[in-house]
């Protein structure tokens, strides 16, 4: 295997400042990786050969990345996984690629995703479901399903995701990497295609904790082009590492480490809880009344919002073009039942549903008490702790093809990570152990807003200790050539 691919991208960067490896080469290898590996994966929709700034003065430049395609760069397609958009190329650069092509990046391609970010298993792409690197028969997580198996398999040394409801941590955690949803409003959302507004946001995914500071240094910031954009000033976070948890207080919450959490995953957030004692945080179960129905409400919010985002592609103003009706009414409902695949169909109904007639009542506002009361619980949370741990999901990920049986269940796992994105929480996913079925577990820090390098700092210290985000899948950088 070419030694490049053990570098982390900080390693990479450093290496390539300092002249012991080619920019060239590390995207030559990059290329050469995906072009062996896609076929089997699926994880990329398209690769790039447009020419890119070369900048040497930048923590990360040279280093070849990715970005998951819901996010615009001008003159590549962007198409959402998604037949509606299959030939669609924005005019624009989103401002958190913008930032890091101005940083010296390479972006090697756009990664493949649950067609418009809604779902949680990379398999509702248009061009076919996204495989885990570590068993091709399970799922890798969604909706940056292809982002996280390009870092998890060595493509790319890291990528951009969205987290709507828990998608860069969900497949973070199935890949075994690091994945990180920052503070809503602190990474510009211009650029990103909307699923639903309130709770998008765009976060790094990579091999490291110490990769995503420095990835977040460079993509946060305030624009004023995203209207939801925090003002600054921002500190840095790749300063905020130092490992040292001394005085650090994490509660457990009840109710995310319930019976439904099976053993292995039980057994490994148990484990890391006590690294980060040796670390010199303290650790303690706490009670979170309020949260149980979190994620029940996140996909009221989130469906309404996506069937008000998505009306915009009609066929007429946005979208492919089904065949001409009689009249306009038609030509509507023609491009958007070719256009849309079953999983946004009924994401789409169910907001139109919920919103419509008395339901506005029933269920609209009811959701909105529910995200006002997870609120709540997290700030009387925050007067007792610093950081929350549970797991990602309470068990391996599912086989694909389980869900279309049961998409219902499927909503259900994202209990764990939903609720970071209804209260606008900093949340990672780092992995914490592997089953005996060959499939990482990971584990989740959140935080209050503006946390960030908090959270950060925990997965820093926890990582300086164990091993588990050094571990690759057999897959891991085959056909970059040796040496």
């Not at 809604?118 to 061009?127: C, L, V």
């Amino acid at each position: 295997m070419n030694r490049l691919f053990d570098l982390t991208a900080l390693e990479l960067a450093g290496a390539i400042a300092r002249g012991e490896v080619r920019r060239d080469d590390a995207i030559h290898a990059a290329f050469a990786v995906c072009t062996a590996q896609n076929p089997q994966l699926n994880s990329f929709i398209s690769l790039t050969s447009a020419a890119q700034p070369d900048v040497v003065n930048s923590p990360l430049s040279g280093v070849p990345m990715a970005v998951k395609d819901n996010i615009c760069m001008a003159r590549s397609r962007t198409t959402c996984a998604s037949r509606m958009l299959e030939h669609f190329i924005p005019p624009y650069t989103a401002t958190a690629v913008e930032r890091l092509l101005s940083a010296g990046a390479f972006c090697v391609g756009k990664t493949n995703l649950d067609e418009f970010a809604i779902g949680s298993t990379s398999e509702t792409s248009y061009f076919g479901p996204v495989k885990n690197p570590w068993n091709l028969a399970y799922s890798p997580g969604g909706s940056s399903g292809g982002s996280a198996v390009a870092v998890a398999s060595g493509q790319v040394w890291y990528a951009l995701g969205s987290d709507t409801g828990g998608s860069i941590r969900h497949p973070a955690a199935c890949c075994g990497v690091t994945g990180m949803k920052p503070t809503y409003g602190t990474v510009s959302r211009y650029g990103l295609v909307s699923y639903a507004s309130s709770f998008d946001q765009i976060g790094p995914i990579a091999r490291d904790a110490a990769d995503c500071a420095a990835i977040l240094d460079l993509i946060r910031g305030h624009d004023d082009r995203d209207s939801t954009s925090r003002p600054g000033p921002y500190a840095p976070l790749s300063g905020q590492l130092t490992g040292d948890l001394r005085g650090i207080r994490i509660g457990i919450p009840d109710v995310y480490f319930d019976q439904r959490v099976d053993e292995p995953t039980r057994q490994a957030i148990s484990d890391c809880a006590d690294v980060l004692r040796q670390r010199g945080a303290t650790v303690a179960l706490c009670h979170a009344a309020g949260l149980e129905h979190a994620v029940h409400a996140y996909y009221v919010l989130a469906c309404t919002q996506a069937s008000s985002n998505l009306a915009r592609y009609d066929g007429v103003r946005f979208g492919c073009r089904g065949c001409e009706g009689s009249n306009v009414q038609e030509q509507f409902v023609h491009s958007r039942s070719l256009g849309f695949g079953r999983e946004v169909k009924r994401r789409i109904l169910l907001g139109t549903h919920l919103l419509s007639g008395d339901n506005y009542e029933t269920y609209y506002k009811k959701a909105l008490s529910v995200l006002h009361q997870a609120e709540d619980t997290f700030r009387s949370l925050w007067q007792e702790f610093d950081l929350l741990l549970t797991p990602v999901m309470p068990g391996p990920p599912p086989k694909l093809g389980q869900e279309s049986n049961n998409p219902v269940a499927l909503y259900q796992e994202d209990r764990y990570v939903a609720c970071a994105n209804l209260a606008g929480l900093p949340a990672l996913s780092m992995p914490c152990g592997i089953r005996q079925e060959g499939l990482p577990i990971g584990a989740q820090l959140l935080a209050p807003p503006m946390g960030d390098g908090t959270v950060l700092n925990a997965a820093f210290a926890f990582q300086q200790d164990t091993h588990w985000h050094r571990r690759r899948p057999p897959i891991f950088g085959l056909g970059g050539g040796t040496t």
